[in-house]
């Protein structure tokens, strides 16, 4: 407890000089006139000014440094919302570029699907050309494979690899 800047031990050491200057008979009187001119002091307009400067003096460090964080505040908030409207304008060019990309991959693949749906349904119809053949050419067939089968006497396994063989050669 700081009394005017005075410490307790201080202020002790004062009370003990002031009894011993004053006296025993005269410290009453003393210390009542004492405290009447501390009442006058602490409502006077002078004093009011006076803590009121000390206060400001005091707090004056703080209120600077918050006023220059909030200076600094107030730049790093522009720099940031500077920044901020730039990314959202590279974003819209970027999304821009992708939504032209995609366009242009859609119509590749359109164009790549032209190339490669002709050639399945090419393959396609020729495998339900050879399991729908007239009957006349079945018998053709099967008289191909028994031919092979009487003269060399093969197994049935050999001939349904060669029926494969020509199978794929024909989609060929």
Do not use: C, H
């Amino acid at each position: 407890m700081d009394f005017l800047g005075i410490g307790p031990l201080e202020l002790a050491f004062i009370l003990i000089i002031i009894f011993i200057v004053i006296g025993p008979k005269d410290i009453n009187k003393t210390a009542r006139s004492a405290g009447r001119f501390l009442n006058r002091m602490y409502k006077s307009d002078e004093w009011k000014a006076l803590t009121q400067a000390s206060r400001t003096i005091r707090t004056l460090p703080n209120r600077l440094a918050r006023e220059a964080e909030l200076e600094e505040l107030n730049e790093i908030k522009e720099s940031i919302s500077s920044t901020t409207s730039a990314l959202k304008e590279e974003t819209q060019t970027i999304s821009k570029e992708a939504r032209a990309l995609n366009k242009e991959a859609k119509e590749i693949s359109e164009e790549m699907q032209a190339w490669t749906v002709a050639p399945k349904k090419i393959i396609e119809d020729a495998k339900q050309s050879l399991t729908q053949q007239p009957d006349g050419d079945e018998t053709q067939r099967d008289s191909v494979q028994t031919e092979p089968e009487s003269q060399s006497g093969a197994s049935s396994e050999s001939i349904a690899a060669s029926d494969t063989i020509e199978t794929s050669q024909e989609l060929e």
